[in-house]
């Protein structure tokens, strides 16, 4: 009777095992490498966007330089000491009396 007993009980437990962990296991494994994919695909992305914005910021700050060069090689060549001696170089004849125009009454037009 215990022998039975023994195969009844251990058939019970092999139908009662309906459900299987295998497919389970097999799509939480498949998603893993799915995110794990994705997940390298966006740090690939950003590394190579933080590689670009370095660039970008070297060539600004080189921009900015030469802009600052630029501007001071403009004042530099308006200034009177560079201006003066290309003047002279002009045959311009010099100014020597300045007369101004002064209204006696100040005038309003009316409509």
């Known amino acids: 009777?215990?022998?039975?007993?023994?195969?009844?009980?251990?058939?019970?437990?092999q139908n009662k095992k309906?459900?299987?962990?295998?497919?389970?296991n097999t799509l939480l494994g498949i998603a893993c490498l799915a995110f794990g994919f994705v997940y390298l695909i966006g740090m690939n992305d950003?590394?190579?966007?933080?590689f670009v914005l370095n660039d970008l910021k070297?060539?600004?700050?080189?921009?900015a330089e030469e802009n600052q060069d630029l501007q001071t090689r403009s004042l530099t060549l308006q200034?009177?000491?560079?201006?003066?001696?290309?003047?002279?170089?002009l045959n311009m004849v010099q100014?020597?009396?300045?007369?101004?125009?002064?209204p006696?009454?100040?005038?309003?037009?009316?409509k």
């Open 95 to 102: 100014v020597e009396d300045v007369a101004y125009f002064s």
């Open 46 to 50: 950003l590394t190579v966007k933080g």
């Open 18 to 24: 309906i459900f299987s962990w295998r497919p389970i």
């Open 79 to 89: 200034s009177y000491t560079a201006l003066s001696p290309r003047l002279q170089n």
């Open 104 to 110: 006696q009454a100040s005038v309003v037009a009316k």
């Open 58 to 63: 070297s060539q600004a700050s080189i921009l």
């Open 1 to 13: 009777m215990k022998i039975k007993n023994k195969n009844n009980m251990q058939t019970k437990r």
